[in-house]
Structure formats: C-alpha cells, structure tokens
C-alpha cells in the first residue's frame, strides 16, 4: 500500500483525498495545511493523521511513514514543496501548473531525474473519461489525422476568500498559465506535437488562444473565469482527416462520429478524471516507470503559455523552436 502525504487540504482537497480513499493501491497518511480545520477536515473522513505546519518537517520527522507527496497548495508554493519532497526521495503528485515559470519547473525535473523520484502533473483533463474517448477514437485511426481542435471552458466568478491567491497574477501566474494551460496540453497530448506558432488575446478574465502546428493542424481555445452564474460549461471539438469527436461535459454528454449514427457516452467528469490520475500515480510507483504526464510535458505546455502571454502584450504572434527538446 502506497502511503500518500496531501499537502494543501483547501479546493480539489476533498475530490483527491476521496479518490485516494476509492484506491487499493494507496492511502491517505497525512492531512497537512497551515490551516488547522482544513487538515481535520480531510483527516477525518479518511482517517489520515492531521498535520498543522510545514512539508519539509514533516518529512523529516516522519519520513519512514510516506511513500510518496501529492502537492494541492497555491501555485506560487508548487516549486517549493515540490524540491522538498524530492530533496527528501518522496515521488511526487503535483497540481498543475508544475511551476510559475518553465525555467523554475525545468530545475524541478532535473532534482528529480538526478534522485530518481518519479515526478507526475495533475493535468487532469486528460483523464477524464469523455477526452479519453476521444483520445482512443484518435489512437484507433477513426478520425484519421487530427487538423481542427476547439475547446470552449467557462468558469464561475470565484467568490471563495480561501481562493482569493487565484486572483492575484503573481501567486497563480494569471490566467494562461492557472487555467488555459489545461486546454494547451490537452492539444499537445492530441495532436502528439508542438506548435510552431502561438497568438493570443485577453480581456479581463477571459483569454482566447489559436497554436498552429507544423501539419497545418490548429487549435482555438477560449477560457472564460468570470461566469456570474452557473457551474461552468467545458465543451471540446476535434475534427480529423476521416471523423470527428464531441465532448460536452455541460451535458455530461460526449458524441463519436464514425459514419452513420453518432455513439454517445454520458459521465459524469471531473472525479472520475482524478480517480484515474490517482490510479496511474500509484501505477507508475508500482512498476517503476515514468508517470504519464510527466515533467517534460508540463514544461512544454508552461512555455507555451508563457508564448502567450508574451503574444497578449505585443499583439503579434510568436514563433516557437522547431526542436522538440526545446520544450523540455
């Protein structure tokens, strides 16, 4: 049994805490946050031991009782529990983006690969069962090449004191990096590639971006953070050389297109996508092999999004290296 420390018991707590619990491969050891209720929260509906303090004590009073770290903190904060897991051997589960900025997140690859500790990203999306879906469309040659990706993503205007460090552009690197950075790597997973060019444009909490690819192949994002009502809307298009694919996860509704009559799935997302990630997490640990995604991806999409915001400022579109090793 995988003995996991969540450190960071605020948003998203509860859903990763619950699918550790759901997991028979890990468990919840520690509850940790600077924050007394919000660890007894978490501790006492998995039977996780409390912690009020710091990462990096606890690893170095309890070490011998944690496996590996799953980091759910502010985003200013990932770099500094992630080198301190790794510092101390623990594999390590962290919340996207790995870091503020890809030369940060570049030194936290380089820590783990030189100490052998297995270093996973929550992007979430990918595990969730309607991108899924269409990623294994894709994989089984139904929609032929890739050539048009458009997702759409609109969030609730955060209202919650505790989330207040999303609003502020230098603990959460604003909204490219916190939130658009999902869309980025859903494309760089489907389309198995990067970009060589990037354009953006923003408005007060909402930001749209267009990445064009080497193929021909092109992706349109827009992300929305200031929804005054509702619970949000997600809905992605991929449409290929031979087919298309729809997930709408408004509607819990996702659609295949393969000729004839469309095939729908109905899901319900998000913790299913974050059952799956826990499970892939203990998996890689299992078998000793790289989680799937890794450091080098979550680079990749970091530099993207900092391609963006560069394109936000001037206006002008910005070419990006033609070697992949650049990105990582």
């Avoid at 996780?48 to 944690?66: H, K």
């Avoid at 609109?154 to 989330?163: A, E, Q, V």
Wanted: glycine share 8%; aromatic share 6%; hydrophobic share 40%.
């Amino acid at each position: 049994m995988i003995r996991l420390a969540l450190i960071g018991c605020g948003r998203n707590a509860s859903v990763l805490a619950r699918a550790i619990d759901a997991s028979e491969n890990c468990e919840l050891a520690f509850a940790i946050d600077i924050h007394k209720q919000a660890a007894l929260n978490i501790a006492t509906t998995t039977h996780a031991e409390p912690y009020v303090g710091d990462l990096a004590q606890l690893l170095q009073q309890r070490s011998q009782d944690i496996d590996a770290v799953v980091v759910n903190t502010p985003n200013d904060q990932h770099a500094q529990h992630a080198s301190a897991a790794i510092s101390a051997g623990k594999h390590l589960l962290i919340e996207k983006p790995l870091a503020l900025t890809s030369e940060t997140a570049g030194r936290l690859h380089d820590q783990a690969r030189s100490s052998n500790t297995l270093l996973m990203v929550a992007h979430t999306f990918r595990f969730m069962p309607a991108i899924r879906q269409v990623r294994r469309a894709l994989d089984a040659g139904e929609l032929g090449r890739p050539g048009m990706l458009r997702i759409h993503r609109w969030l609730p205007l955060s209202t919650d004191s505790s989330s207040g460090w999303e609003n502020d552009t230098k603990r959460s690197g604003g909204l490219a990096i916190h939130e658009s950075i999902h869309e980025i790597d859903q494309a760089l997973w489907l389309f198995d590639g990067h970009p060589n060019q990037v354009h953006a444009v923003a408005a007060p909490n909402h930001i749209q971006i267009h990445l064009g690819f080497p193929s021909g192949a092109m992706a349109i994002f827009n992300v929305m953070a200031g929804l005054p009502s509702g619970e949000g809307y997600y809905a992605l298009t991929l449409i290929g050389s031979l087919g298309s694919a729809y997930a709408d996860d408004h509607h819990n509704m996702q659609l295949v297109y393969r000729g004839g009559r469309p095939e729908a799935f109905a899901t319900y997302q998000h913790a299913l996508g974050v059952n799956a990630q826990i499970e892939e997490f203990s998996a890689a640990i299992t078998q000793q092999r790289q989680p799937n995604p890794g450091a080098p991806d979550a680079i990749a999409a970091i530099k993207i999004a900092e391609a963006t915001n560069r394109s936000v400022l001037t206006g002008e579109s910005v070419r990006m290296p033609a070697d992949d090793h650049a990105y990582e």
